[in-house]
């Protein structure tokens, strides 16, 4: 068997997919599309093969032809406007129980363990003294079953839900350019499930924040990941404090005066009473002044977010970028936190007169904001401007001129080729500028340009390993019963999703993902994939190759053994990892 | 002048398993370069252990002699005394916990040091914020892109070897992040092509996989291909299910001791590894720390005798190995309320080769009087990392770029290294 005309009869065969026909309507902002796919030399199927392989997390078995018989423009249109229903998905999703939550319910209900212990002892489940004696495993054996009883859940729980669902919305959906650009901002606006503080927050930042504005707005997507507790927390801003501002010079004022006339009232009448209130005030004070302000959000935010690190900004920028945002924080959302109840002791329209800005999950916090004059790259920013100013700042970053090249050159990183070509990043900055940051008319400018169909772009990507093992999943229709199951693979590839510790998000390159030890375990992915060797993965070659021709020469091999062997080394040779 | 052939005929191959046919690539080449017969055989390997979690070094080892130590944790005091079960000595002021007991010939033969009171600059008690920091190695910038380990082995010289930078962990850790080449492997027994079948068919398939992978046009998969088999045949999983460690050495049924011997195989393999990473976890004691027993004593007790079983191991490879631990912070000094700790500043850390300047604790510890502690509540970090890690870089592996590795940082090496 020669296994080269093999690879090559699967890989086309893989690399062609789907479409419907869509009407095709127009959006003043957005450029008409023209793909000149021609000029490059590209006949229909290999250019609906190539859209396929970018915009899609990898074509379905006769996909390509769909696509091509439909109209690559029509199939375009459709995925821009990203309104397919999702029946598949919403199947396969039924019985996810966290999907939907808002912030607040998941805070108060998936404790983290340092919450669960106290809010056990407080209701006198445990006493600190019984688990002295307690074994590891016992004891988080004894704490989960608390736990349960107490009504909480485990944090794993959300966790699991959350990567499932990526995979099924990858695999299944009908929005593909959606599922592939919530990937993609996801991994520009990273946040990580390995640290703690912003672990609850993933699943409602991605939905939330990411998901609805793909192909929306840059700005309105910048804005609502920096009003994110996820964002908040993840780059610290949420502990970034001032106390350059009215409200904590009259709040130290008020202290002093109290304690003058409690002294004096234990002077003369040798009286405590209020003392113990005095020093709890004492104690809040000095908390939030041991704070200070924390640079890293407003760092990342210029140099990773919309700037770029070359984007012309300096040291100075990024301080005085974090003094305009201090006070940017999650709303206190645990019912049993200190911050809550103070809060709403408050009520919302003395909070309101004071400054603060309270929306959904997010809080502007007047008392920790600095009132100061600011000059961000050049432009000032008088005394007293709250949180408009912040809001103001953020309007700068995004219609920048450095964030429209960052951007345009980020995306066409991941769509075109590793190093793409200054004429069509800069084609694609200018429509970033014109349209003030519309996601879709960059995209159209892309694949307008002669450089996407450049035969030299063919192919060229090297998948990521979440990108092969769903485009796997998708070449094969396959079933996949345990989702989990393939992200344990993925990891085993050496991308462990939503745990990338770093705000920069994976590395977009191939020479990141393609080393030794990854590319055997991609290999062995094939094998254990294709022969059914991965829990729950449930495959019909012999169907797959009667409808579709694809896998005629796999089928000629013989047996399905056979079929299953063939089918793991086409899904783990070379061709398969590029698209 | 050595050419390929010369080369396959020579004793070199006999480090290969089995049945390989022919020297890989990567190895005749840097035979090539480097005109020697076995290329890696003198290379020195960094080995380094990061402790998650944030490890007591207070209880770890103790400055049981400071009066204030007994007021802060009057319940988490230990010293050393003649019975057993109790803290060895080390210098009348600091003594070993009593789980660290298989570490203390090393210290005693003056290959172990231990520096004290080492910590970052950056004052987070965050697990996430600290161990960035300490893994890229700025601790005021999160956005460095790289770690410190990859900046290090890209300042070896040395030839990209597909085992240059082994990490034994199922992800990537920071510290290995960046343009160098890294790998990260949970089990080397992963390192082979895996499927149900005969060994026949196996073969036929891994055969299969190699040539496609010659044939293709993208050069980056090509090159990682050819790699791939040869690195693979190069391990030959068959010889690391069968490895049998030195005479008398147990290595711990633990993820440590497991990472440890893996990382001993592979330094005995000569597959060119310069720098090898290994993780324990568990090291948050908030909770009943206990004393000479409980959780810290347990971790401790696998911590020691999984270096220790690794350094007995290596026998005739000592020469060429340099160990050293991190851990992003210590603890507070005084016991909280539930027989822990919490998140605190500087910790201990343990540097183990025989090019270390050992049988010393390093350090600059003033006492634990509350107006010496940090925050009133903490040990303050009086060594930063970065001058140990830079100390035991560039005298272990023989680099001198402290720009590169640890841009932002201007101070002095510590002197632990010997000249």
């Known amino acids: 068997m020669n296994l080269k005309r093999m690879a090559k009869t699967f890989a086309v065969g893989a690399v062609m997919t789907v479409l419907s026909a869509f009407a095709q309507t127009s959006h003043s902002s957005e450029p008409r599309i023209k793909m000149p796919y021609k000029k490059t030399g590209l006949d229909s199927r290999q250019a609906a093969a190539h859209l396929l392989s970018r915009f899609s997390f990898g074509a379905t078995p006769g996909q390509v032809d769909e696509v091509v018989s439909m109209g690559l423009d029509k199939w375009l249109k459709q995925q821009l406007n990203a309104d397919l229903p999702d029946d598949e998905v919403n199947k396969r999703l039924e019985g996810y129980n966290t999907l939907d939550l808002d912030n607040s319910t998941i805070v108060n209900t998936y404790l983290n363990p340092g919450q669960l212990i106290r809010v056990l002892i407080m209701q006198h489940l445990i006493d600190k003294d019984s688990l002295q004696s307690a074994g590891r495993k016992e004891y988080q054996d004894k704490l989960h079953t608390l736990m349960v009883q107490a009504g909480y859940k485990p944090m794993q729980d959300l966790q699991r839900e959350l990567i499932n669902q990526k995979i099924i919305r990858a695999a299944y959906g009908q929005n593909q350019l959606k599922e592939v650009l919530t990937d993609f901002w996801f991994n520009h606006f990273n946040v990580s499930l390995t640290k703690n503080q912003c672990e609850q927050y993933i699943q409602t930042y991605e939905r939330d924040a990411i998901r609805p504005n793909v192909l929306g707005n840059f700005e309105t997507m910048l804005v609502a990941t920096a009003k994110h507790p996820a964002m908040l927390e993840y780059l610290d801003n949420a502990s970034s404090v001032s106390n350059n501002n009215e409200l904590i010079r009259k709040q130290e004022n008020n202290v002093q005066q109290l304690r003058s006339k409690l002294q004096l009232r234990k002077m003369n009448n040798n009286d405590t009473t209020g003392e113990a209130g005095m020093r709890l005030m004492e104690q809040v004070m000095n908390a939030q002044k041991r704070q200070g302000l924390n640079e890293n959000y407003a760092r990342e935010i210029m140099e990773l977010h919309t700037l770029g690190v070359d984007g012309g900004y300096t040291q100075k920028d990024v301080t005085e970028v974090a003094r305009a945002l201090t006070g940017w924080a999650p709303a206190p959302l645990y019912n049993n936190g200190i911050a809550k109840k103070i809060m709403d002791i408050a009520g919302e329209e003395r909070m309101k007169k004071q400054g603060f800005v309270h929306e959904g999950d997010f809080l502007f916090r007047a008392n920790r904001h600095d009132q100061g004059e600011k000059t961000i790259l050049g432009r000032r920013f008088p005394a007293n401007g709250g949180y408009q100013e912040g809001m103001e700042v953020l309007h700068m970053l995004a219609t920048h001129p450095s964030t429209a090249k960052f951007i345009a050159t980020k995306l066409a990183n991941r769509f075109v080729c590793d190093t793409p070509a200054t004429a069509l990043v800069n084609r694609m900055a200018d429509a970033f500028l014109q349209t003030n940051g519309n996601i879709k008319a960059v995209l159209i400018t892309m694949v307008n340009s002669p450089e996407f169909w450049d035969q030299k772009a063919l192919r060229e990507k090297v998948k990521s390993p979440f990108e092969l093992a769903i485009s796997a999943i998708r070449a094969t229709n396959a079933d996949i019963q345990q989702p989990f199951q393939i992200y344990a693979w993925c990891m085993k590839m050496g991308q462990r999703f939503y745990f990338y510790q770093a705000p920069t998000g994976f590395p977009d390159k191939a020479g990141y993902w393609i080393n030794t030890g990854s590319l055997l375990n991609r290999m062995n992915f094939g094998l254990a994939f294709a022969t059914e060797k991965i829990p729950g993965v449930k495959l019909n070659l012999a169907a797959l190759n009667k409808k579709n021709n694809n896998f005629t020469l796999a089928y000629a091999a013989g047996n399905n053994a056979m079929i299953s062997q063939v089918t793991g080394i086409l899904i783990g040779s070379p061709e398969f990892q590029r698209k | ?419």
């Open chain 2, 1 to 419: 002048m050595i050419n390929r052939r010369a080369f396959m005929k020579s004793g070199a191959l006999a480090l290969f398993a089995a049945g390989f046919g022919g020297v890989p690539g990567f190895v005749a080449r840097a035979a090539d370069n480097r005109k020697i017969w076995t290329p890696y055989k003198k290379n020195k390997v960094l080995v380094c252990i990061f402790q998650r979690g944030a490890m007591d070094g207070l209880m770890a080892v103790s400055p049981y002699a400071d009066p204030n130590l007994k007021l802060l944790r009057p319940s988490l005091f230990m010293s050393p005394a003649k019975t057993e079960g109790s803290m060895t000595d080390l210098d009348g002021r600091f003594a070993l916990h009593p789980s660290l007991n298989s570490l203390h010939p090393f210290f005693a033969e003056g290959r172990m040091a231990i520096v004290h009171g080492v910590g970052s600059p950056n004052n987070t008690r965050s697990h996430f914020d600290a161990q960035d920091y300490m893994e890229s190695g700025t601790p005021f910038n999160k956005g460095t892109a790289s770690g410190w380990l990859n900046r290090a082995v890209g300042l070896t010289g040395h030839d990209a070897t597909p085992f240059r930078a082994v990490s034994l962990t199922s992800a990537l850790p920071r510290s290995f992040y960046g343009d160098n080449e890294a790998l990260a492997i949970n089990n080397l027994q992963d390192f082979a092509i895996q499927m149900r079948g005969t060994p026949v068919a196996t073969h036929a398939v891994a055969q299969s996989f190699e040539q496609l992978y010659d044939q293709t046009s993208s050069e980056i998969l090509n090159k990682a291909g050819k790699e791939s088999f040869d690195a693979m045949k190069m391990l030959n999983v068959n010889n690391i299910r069968n490895y049998q460690p030195a005479q008398g050495v147990m290595y711990p049924a633990s993820p440590l001791g497991n990472a440890l011997k893996q990382i001993a195989i592979l330094i005995k393999m000569d597959v060119g590894m310069e720098v090898a990473f290994a993780e324990s976890g568990g090291w948050d004691t908030h909770y009943n720390q206990g004393t000479a027993i409980g959780a810290l004593a347990n971790n401790l007790r696998d911590f020691s005798n999984s270096i220790a079983a690794f350094w007995q191991d290596l026998a005739a490879y000592q020469d060429e190995v340099t160990l050293m631990t991190m851990t992003e912070f210590g603890r507070t000094a005084y016991q909280n309320g539930t027989g822990g700790t919490d998140h605190g500043r500087a910790s201990c850390l343990f540097v183990l080769g025989n090019d270390v300047a050992g049988g010393k604790v390093y350090n600059n510890i003033k006492s634990l009087a509350k107006a010496d502690l940090e925050d009133g509540r903490d040990l303050p970090v009086s060594i930063d990392f970065r001058s140990v890690f830079s100390a035991v870089a560039n005298g272990h592996l023989k680099i001198n770029d402290d720009k590169t590795l640890f841009p932002e940082w201007g101070g002095k090496e510590l002197n632990l290294m010997k000249a």
